[in-house]
Every structure is written in C-alpha cells, then in structure tokens.
C-alpha cells in the first residue's frame, strides 16, 4: 500500500489538518493510500492536533481527534513513497535527512501540487486567530482535491 506524509513544524496545526483533509479526500475517490503526518521538530510529540484546527475541520465534517503528533525521523524517508512539506523551512529539515537522490525525489512542498513550481508556504497559524486556520483549510483543500484527482 502506498504511503504519503503530510510535514510541518510542530505536527499539530498544519500537518494533522492536511492528513484529515486528504483522507476526506481519498474516501471520495475510494483512493486507498495510508495517510499521516509528522514534523520536524519535538515539540508536541503525542498531542492533539490543535483546538482551534480541529474545530475548523469539524466544520467540513472531518475528524482528526485520533491524531496525535510525532516527529519526523529518517525511518520516514524509506517508509513513505511521498513526503509533502507544509513550508520551505520543513522542505529544507526535510531534505537534511535524506540519504540519497531516491529519497529527496519522494519530498516536495504540498502546495506545488495545486501550483506547481511555485513553492508556495502555508502559513503557520499557530499563532493567528481562528481566521489563520480557516485560511489554512483553505489552502490544503486546493492541493488535496488536486492529488486525489491525481490518484483517483
């Protein structure tokens, strides 16, 4: 079975909404392809993805209250057959752990996938109001409908 990783800093705002919103994705499609997420950084290990993005996913119908953070580590590079960044900073902590051009080919920045080549960051909004998640979702639901579609 194929597996995608969904990367940001901490693993509880941007990363964990983009697993529930490309699981609710794949189902659409009956796409079967495991999804999870992690992120560079320790910070939040075993913790709930954020209140405030849970709550705006559960507005979509979408649940990520089983998820909880983990850090990335170079087991990931040869368990997942694609690894998608959040921002050009977890894209470079990504890349530090790679051993070789196979696994760097398998990273990229998830917003590439609804503008490719534009390496477009999706904003942290750990520190933002609810807004920064709405606008979050926003963005992830473009590049999820575009690799469901792709994987369909």
Do not use: W
Not at 10 to 37: H, L, T
Not at 99 to 104: A, L, V
């Amino acid at each position: 079975m194929k597996k995608i990783l969904m990367v940001c800093l901490g693993n509880i705002c941007r990363s964990p909404m983009a697993e529930g919103i490309v699981r609710a994705e794949f189902a659409k499609y009956g796409i079967d392809i495991q999804v999870d997420s992690a992120g560079t950084a320790a910070y939040h290990v075993g913790e709930e993805a954020d209140e405030r993005g849970q709550a705006e996913l559960a507005k979509h119908g979408i649940d990520i209250s089983d998820e909880r953070a983990m850090k990335l580590s170079p087991y990931h590079m040869d368990e997942y057959d694609m690894i998608y960044a959040m921002d050009r900073s977890n894209f470079a902590d990504i890349l530090a752990i790679t051993k070789d051009n196979e696994e760097r080919k398998k990273v990229d920045m998830f917003m590439n996938l609804a503008y490719p080549g534009k390496n477009i960051s999706v904003p942290d909004p750990y520190y933002d109001g609810d807004e920064g998640f709405v606008k979050v979702y926003s963005m992830l639901k473009e590049s999820a409908e575009v690799l469901a579609k792709q994987l369909k």
